[in-house]
């Protein structure tokens, strides 16, 4: 199985770029994901939910420059490398 | 014409030279009472001063190094899954492939901090993941080689593999336990040796089937699949699960339950993975 540590930062960088382009208005508040709708007080269980969307939300505001950054990178990269 | 080859000049025993007042000051400490050209070329002022500025050099770099190793490399935390000695070693395989007979699976504490690995079987340790890791590198090397398949670059392949898949392992293990939030004191670090001690098991299948043929593969790795199953699941009850055990409060089913089923999970995927990186390496 040719699954090396470079195919897993390809696939990381992936995943990270698809949970960036989520949309907050068209996608994430039709499914009752989007980030104002679930801070619902400080309950005892924050379940799944929440802390997925919690994960959703903090990946978006954390990662969106240093996603271009490394983005810009990984173009150049395979422009000029193949 | 006072000595024009003084540097090549055995120096050592002419006292009356005017040497010593300079080789004092150099300090070295070198034994100079040896009548050989060495020690002319060290009883020499400026190759005395040289070696005191190198040696100076070589201090402070290292003084640096030290302060700013801890930055990146958490070294002293490190050094506690290190700390073994042969008889924690031997004890720990022999619970690996077979620990239906331990009792008691708490780690024992000392004022807070977990003792270390040397002084208590249950700890967990980098060392075994670690030789483990290389011996499986090595011995996928020489499965590949009996079947004449090798290649250097298999090798690093094997390696880049193995390792890729511990990362996803250990990347996966701590998405899920923050999203059913555990509130564990179990550190990545202790995950990882935790998830490198299937590489023992796996060694023991490929070498047996290496040896005796490919049925015996399939049963020392059903064996050691099992047993690592069965040491994955009493090791990480007590770190997952003792939150809701040891708080003493009436626990609610659904998340305990949930916890019970990312252990099981977590277990599971170990002789899968074990089945995954050495099957194509026994034919």
């Known amino acids: 199985m040719a699954f090396t540590l470079y195919s897993l930062l390809q696939a990381a960088l992936l995943c990270v770029n698809a949970i960036a382009v989520l949309h907050e208005e068209r996608f994430l508040k039709n499914i009752g994901w989007g980030t104002d709708q679930g801070i619902g007080g400080f309950e005892e269980e924050p379940g799944i939910k929440s802390q997925l969307m919690n994960l959703i939300r903090s990946v978006r505001t954390v990662m969106r420059v240093p996603l271009i950054i490394v983005n810009s990178i990984a173009i150049i990269l395979l422009l000029l490398f193949g | ?283």
């Open chain 2, 1 to 283: 014409m006072a000595d024009p080859h003084q540097l090549f000049d055995d120096t050592s025993s002419a006292q009356s030279r005017g040497y010593g007042a300079q080789r004092a000051p150099g300090g070295l400490g070198y034994p100079t009472a040896s009548a050989s050209p060495q020690s002319a070329f060290l009883g020499d002022p400026v190759s005395n001063m040289a070696m005191a500025y190198g040696s100076s050099l070589a201090a402070q770099g290292k003084e640096l190094v030290d302060k700013n190793i801890d930055r990146f490399i958490p070294v002293t935390k490190l050094k506690y899954y290190f700390a073994v000695d042969t008889m924690y070693v031997g004890k720990k395989l022999g619970l690996l492939f077979f620990p239906y007979l331990h009792q008691d699976w708490e780690v024992q504490y000392q004022q807070d901090t977990p003792v270390a690995p040397r002084f208590d079987v249950n700890a967990p340790d980098l060392y075994i993941p670690a030789m483990a890791f290389i011996t499986y590198v090595l011995v996928a090397g020489l499965a590949l080689g009996t079947q004449d398949r090798f290649s250097p670059d298999l090798l690093g392949l094997q390696a880049s593999s193995a390792l890729a898949w511990l990362t996803l392992e250990v990347l996966a293990i701590l998405l899920s336990l923050y999203l059913v939030t555990v509130n564990t004191d179990l550190t990545t670090i202790d995950l990882v040796a935790f998830l490198g001690y299937k590489y023992v098991g796996m060694i023991g299948g490929v070498l047996m089937g290496l040896l005796f043929g490919k049925v015996v593969y399939y049963l020392v790795l059903g064996w050691c699949c099992v047993s690592i199953f069965v040491f994955m699941i009493r090791t990480l009850r007590l770190k997952i699960l003792a939150e809701a055990a040891a708080e003493g409060i009436p626990v609610r089913g659904a998340r305990n339950q949930l916890r019970m089923y990312l252990t099981m999970a977590v277990a599971a995927a170990q002789p899968l993975l074990m089945y995954w990186l050495t099957f194509h390496l026994v034919r």
